[in-house]
C-alpha cells in the first residue's frame, strides 16, 4: 500500500530505552508542634488560615510568609500582648516554638517544610498522640504517606510532657516522658529509613546533665541511634513576635542542614557553618565540656571570636563505624531513596540479562555522578563503588521467585572531623660557620 504522505523527508523519534536515576529530594523537614487558630487574625492576610482540622494534617509551606499567615502568627502575638490569665499566657506560648523553629529554617536557607499541628496546647500529649495512633492521617503517622521527609523536628516536644498551670511559672518538663516521646520520633524514622530526628535536649541543662540526658536514650548500639541527631544548647532569639525568648535550635540546624545540602551537596557535614537568626546561647561550653559531649553524639553549638555563632559537631549517635557521621547516614539514604523511586519502572518487567543490563547501567551512572561530585572515595568509579546484578546473584530460584537482585556498596566520603598539625622547629646553622671557599 502506497504512503499517503507527499515526497519529503521524515523523521521519527524512538525511545532510547535507557533509564535514568534522578536524586531525591534532601532537604525537606517536617515540623510538629502546637499550633491555636486565632480570632485576631490579621484581616489582609496573603492566605486564608488553616482550620483546626487541616492543621492536623501534614501540609507543605513554601516561605515564613505563608506559615505566618496560615498558622495565625500575627492573630497569636496579639493575643498574647493582651493576655492576663497565666493559664492562657502559658497555651499561647507553647504556640511559638514551632514558629520559631519555622522561621529560623528559612532564615538559615531552607526552601520548603511540612507543618503538623496539635491544637490542644494547653493538655500534654502521649507518645501515642504524637504518633497519630488515633488518626492515622495526622502525627507522625500521617507523615509516612510524604516521602519527600528527609528531616523530623519536634520544637514543642518538652511542652507536650506537662499539661498548663494556673501558676506564674511555666510547668517543667518532664524528661522521662520527654525521652518516651522522642523514642516514638526514632521508631518512625528508622522505619521509614530516610529520614533522621533532629531532637534537643530539655531546657535548662548544664553540659554534664546532657551528658547525663543523652545515656538515658536509646543505646548508642541501635538502629535508632544512628537516625538521631542531638543539638546542644538551646538558643535565643529576637522572636517572631519581635520578644526575645529562649528556643531549641532543631528548626535553625535544619536549615543549615538544607543549606550545606544546596550549597554543597548531602554528602557534605552540616558543620562548621552559621547559624544566623540567633542572638546567642543558652550555655557557653569550654573545649573540654564540648569533647565530652561529643563523644556522647551530641552536636555542640558553639560561639568563636570574629566568626560568630556555628554548628560545630555532625554526628548521629552511633557509635558504630558506619553510621558515626551525619553526612554518611544522610547520604546513604539518599542514594537508597534515588534508586527505589527511579526504578519502580523494573516491576513487571521480563526478568533477563536486558533487565539486569539496564539497571547495571542506570545505577552505575548515577553512582559515577556522585563519585565526580566528591560524595564517593576513591581515585576511580570502580574504587568508589560496585554494581552486582548479573547471573551471581540472581539465580534461577530467584527468577522463579520473581526477583531481580541488584547489590551496591559504595564508599562514602567522611568528614575531617579531627585536622592535626606537627610543628617541628628545625635549628638552622649558627652564623659564620660555613667554610670558607
Known sequence: MSSQNPPGVYVTELPSGVRTITGASTSVPAFLGYTKASAA???????????????????????????????????????????????????????????????????NGGRSCYVVGFTSPQSALSPGDLAGNADARAGLAGLE??????????????????????????PAPDHAAGAARMAEVLKHCTEQRNRLAILDPPPGLTPAQVTAFADTLASPDTDDAAFTALYYPWITVPGVDAVERTVPPCGHVAGVWARTDAERGVFKAPA???????????????????????????NCLRVFPDRGLLVWGARTRSTGRDWR????????????????????????????????????????????????????????????????CDDTNNTP???????????????????????HFTVTQIAGEPAGSAKAT
Not at 96 to 106: R, S, Y
Not at 146 to 170: F, H, I, N
Request: contains cysteine; negative net charge.
Open 325 to 388: 557521621y551525619l553526612n554518611v547516614r544522610r547520604l546513604v539514604s539518599y542514594l537508597a531513596d534515588s534508586v527505589r523511586q527511579s526504578s519502580t519502572w523494573a516491576v513487571f518487567e521480563p526478568n533477563d540479562e536486558r533487565l539486569r543490563a539496564t539497571l547495571r547501567h542506570s545505577v552505575s551512572s548515577f553512582l559515577t555522578d556522585q563519585w565526580r561530585q566528591g560524595a564517593l572515595v576513591g581515585r576511580t568509579p570502580d574504587e568508589a563503588f560496585y554494581v552486582i
Open 272 to 298: 562548621n557553618q552559621n547559624l544566623r537568626g540567633a542572638l546567642r546561647l543558652e550555655a557557653a561550653l569550654t573545649d573540654e565540656q564540648h569533647g565530652e559531649l561529643n563523644a556522647k553524639g551530641v
Open 145 to 170: 504517606g510524604v516521602p519527600e521527609v528527609t528531616m523530623v523536628a519536634v520544637p514543642s516536644l518538652w511542652d507536650m510532657t506537662a499539661d498548663v498551670s494556673a501558676e506564674k511559672e511555666a
Open 41 to 107: 487574625d490579621a484581616p489582609d492576610a496573603a492566605s486564608t488560615p488553616f482550620t483546626d482540622a487541616e492543621r492536623a494534617l501534614p501540609q507543605k509551606v513554601g516561605s515564613w510568609r505563608e506559615f505566618a499567615d496560615r498558622y495565625s502568627i500575627a492573630g497569636i502575638a496579639k493575643e498574647l500582648a493582651d493576655a492576663t490569665d497565666p493559664a492562657a499566657v502559658h497555651a499561647l506560648e507553647r504556640c511559638l516554638p514551632l514558629a520559631e523553629a519555622v522561621h529560623g529554617f528559612f532564615a
Open 397 to 419: 530460584e530467584t527468577v522463579d521467585d520473581g526477583k531481580v537482585v541488584c547489590d551496591i556498596g559504595v564508599a562514602a566520603v567522611r568528614p575531617a572531623e579531627f585536622v
